[in-house]
């Protein structure tokens, strides 16, 4: 429900853009169709950078019928009366939902490569701190510190010549037995229920 009440809201936008454009193109300062269009393929790129593919190809449909409506002869109706302007229409259409598409697929892989690199950041920081980490206490600092890098609530290093648990286990499902016997078997531990 809270998504098309977003949707609604980001059309309503769109249109408000689309329609803002059209006084200034056809009112304030009259500009040809082409320009026009023009202008309505970056309220197009806008939706698409901002918000995404959905809203920007509702924008598209939305140029094309305001397109036709205010630019394209004979105005004020939705009809076309000369061929040429269908393969203008259909132009803009087409180059309307590739460049939102575009748009989209460029905000989509910019969030990705963010991820990686938060990613790449806090195993750099384990690594360092990892290598850092020296004295008696050496491998329960680097467990405590592996867990607070990679924000985890149980973590459990079991080491098998001190037959001794370090790390974070309050409420753990798995024993120091259990653990010496994964190590000892080099196999998996998997617990059911």
Known sequence: MKQSMLFVARGV???AALFALVAITRWLVPVNA????????????????RWGLRESIFTSIAGVLVFNFFFLPPLGTFTIAEPANWIALFAFLVTAVTASHLSASAKTRAEEALTRR?????????????????????VR??????????QIGEIAFF?????????????SLVSVADMAL????????IRYG
């Open 34 to 49: 082409t320009t026009a269009a023009l202008y309505f393929l970056l309220v197009v790129l806008a939706a698409a950078t």
């Open 182 to 189: 994964v190590a000892d078997s080099g196999g998996e531990l």
């Open 13 to 15: 936008t769109c249109l």
């Open 118 to 138: 938060n990613e790449i950041a806090k195993l750099y920081e384990l690594s360092r701190s990892l290598l850092m980490v020296e004295g008696r206490d050496a």
């Open 141 to 150: 600092d680097s467990v405590l510190k592996t867990a607070q890098i990679l």
């Open 159 to 171: 080491d098998t010549a001190a037959n001794q648990v370090y790390g974070s286990l309050q409420v």
